[in-house]
């Protein structure tokens, strides 16, 4: 069973158009994270929840935004997506922070046209 | 600043050769260092985690080692599979705070040819 869901798989959007990534997770985990992948390059850590508390990475763009209205749903919110946003974003939970394992969903592929 | 670095970027062997993968890290100060694997438009999963204490993990055919003092990782496959293809990705975490921020290295795309 799938712990960590991220939809869609597949996101095409336009230019400067605001685009929302979803993930959810079946683990009732305390901690989520999203990262963002550029192609052949390493995950980079945009920002975390932990419970409600957000905790924003200091190099993350303003145009990202977070929302976590419960437990099991976290938000990724692009405002204006510009073509450098193209990437793979993986979603990620850990049991509490600090927490050593973190479980990672599939990621949305982002476009940018 | 932390920065994780793999070599090689890529590596092609034939089925049934041992491979060795590298990772290094410029500051030592780690509460642990996790190998993850990738596939192709997949998310991370992770393989072995190595806490700062310790010197190797080994899961299967695969084996972890960690040179702290050194800045040093190794990921050891024995008998390659072609199931084995993926990208391997090194990833380390600061030492401290409890965010548990990770720190990935670019990663290693591995082919292994039957």
């Known amino acids: 069973d799938a712990m960590v869901i991220q939809n869609p798989r597949y996101q095409v959007t336009q230019f400067g158009k605001p685009v929302t990534l979803s993930c959810s997770q079946t683990?009732?985990?305390?901690?989520m994270y999203w990262y963002q992948q550029k192609s052949s390059q390493a995950p980079k850590l945009l920002f975390h929840y932990y419970d409600k508390d957000f905790n924003n990475e200091a190099d993350t763009p303003d145009n990202f935004q977070s929302r976590r209205p419960n437990t099991s749903f976290c938000f990724l919110d692009i405002r204006s997506p510009g073509l450098g946003d193209a990437a793979m974003y993986l979603c990620?939970?850990?049991?509490?922070?600090?927490?050593?394992?973190?479980?990672f969903g599939p990621g949305t592929r982002l476009t940018v046209l | 600043k932390q920065e994780v670095t793999q070599i090689p970027a890529a590596l092609s062997v034939p089925e049934g050769e041992n491979l060795v993968l590298n990772c290094s890290f410029t500051?030592?100060?780690?509460?642990?260092l996790q190998w993850f694997r990738q596939d192709p438009g997949k998310g991370l999963t992770s393989l072995l985690l190595?806490?700062?204490?310790?010197r190797e993990q080994t899961s299967g055919r695969l084996n972890a080692s960690l040179d702290k003092s050194s800045g040093r990782s190794t990921l050891y496959i024995a008998a390659s599979q072609p199931g084995d293809s993926a990208t391997y990705l090194c990833?380390?975490?600061?030492?401290?705070?409890?965010?548990?921020?990770?720190?990935f290295g670019q990663g290693t795309t591995l082919q292994v040819k039957p």
């Open positions: 683990l009732n985990h305390n901690v």
């Open positions: 190595i806490q700062s204490s310790q």
């Open positions: 990620a939970t850990s049991r509490v922070r600090g927490s050593d394992t973190q479980y």
């Open positions: 990833a380390v975490r600061q030492g401290s705070g409890n965010t548990g921020k990770l720190i």
């Open positions: 500051d030592s100060a780690i509460y642990n």
